[in-house]
C-alpha cells in the first residue's frame, strides 16, 4: 500500500507541478480571468502574409525490432519520406505599445498543403479591418490570439483536474487499505 500511495503521490506532484504554472500563465476568462503571462491589448487586422517552405510526411513505414523474447522491443521507423511544398499564412495585426503602433503576426495556417487553402484560411479568420484582442507574451513579446492564450490555460486546468483526480484516489485506496485492516477484527468480535 505504501508503495501504491508513494506512487500516486508522486504523480499527482508531477501533474501539480506542470499544471499550476501552466494554468496561471494562460488566460481564459472563466477559469482563469489574470492574464498573467500576458499583455492584452486591442488590436486591428491590417494586412495578411504568407510563406512557403518545404514539408516532408512519411509514406512509408517499416518495423524495426531489437532483442529477443521478453525483452524484444519493436517500433515503427520511416522508411521513405515525401516532400511537399507547404504554406503558412499570418493575419499582421496592429497594435499600441508605448505610443507607437506596432505590428505582429498571428498564425492562420501552419504547413497548408496548397497556397488556396492558405489564402482561405487568413481570408476567413483574419479578415482586414477585424477587430480583435492581442495577446502579447511579456517576456520575449510574441503575439498570439486569444484561442492560443486561452489553450494554455485549459491545458493547465486539466493537469489540475488531473491532480485531484489522482488524490481522490490515493484517499481510495487508503481508506480500502485501512477498512480491510478492520475488517478481520470486526468479524472476530461477532463470532465471540
Known amino acids: 500500500m ?9 504523480v499527482a506532484a508531477v501533474f501539480f507541478v506542470i499544471g499550476l504554472p501552466t494554468y496561471l500563465c494562460g488566460c481564459e476568462k472563466h477559469i482563469q480571468p489574470n492574464c498573467m503571462r500576458f499583455h492584452v491589448k486591442p488590436g486591428q487586422i491590417v494586412g495578411q502574409a504568407f510563406s512557403h517552405h518545404e514539408c516532408s510526411s512519411c509514406s512509408v513505414y517499416t518495423r524495426t525490432c531489437t532483442g529477443t523474447g521478453s525483452h524484444k522491443h519493436c517500433h515503427r521507423v520511416c522508411s521513405q519520406h515525401v516532400y511537399y511544398q507547404c504554406y503558412n499564412s499570418y493575419g499582421v495585426v496592429s497594435y499600441e505599445k508605448n505610443g507607437h503602433n506596432v505590428t505582429c503576426n498571428l498564425i492562420a495556417s501552419d504547413g497548408a498543403r496548397s497556397n488556396d487553402t492558405a489564402i482561405e484560411s487568413v481570408a476567413s479568420e483574419y479578415p482586414i479591418g477585424k477587430q480583435l484582442k492581442v495577446y502579447i507574451d511579456k517576456t520575449i513579446s ?14 493547465g486546468f486539466s493537469f489540475l483536474i488531473l491532480t485531484g483526480v489522482v488524490l481522490v484516489s490515493m484517499l481510495v485506496v487508503y481508506l480500502v487499505h485501512r477498512a480491510k485492516k478492520q475488517l478481520p477484527s470486526m468479524t472476530e468480535a461477532g463470532a465471540v
Request: proline share 0%; hydrophobic share 45%; net charge positive.
Open 142 to 155: 510574441t503575439c498570439y490570439a486569444k484561442s492560443d492564450a486561452k489553450n494554455i490555460a485549459i491545458a
Open 2 to 10: 505504501r508503495t501504491t500511495l508513494r506512487a500516486l503521490g508522486i
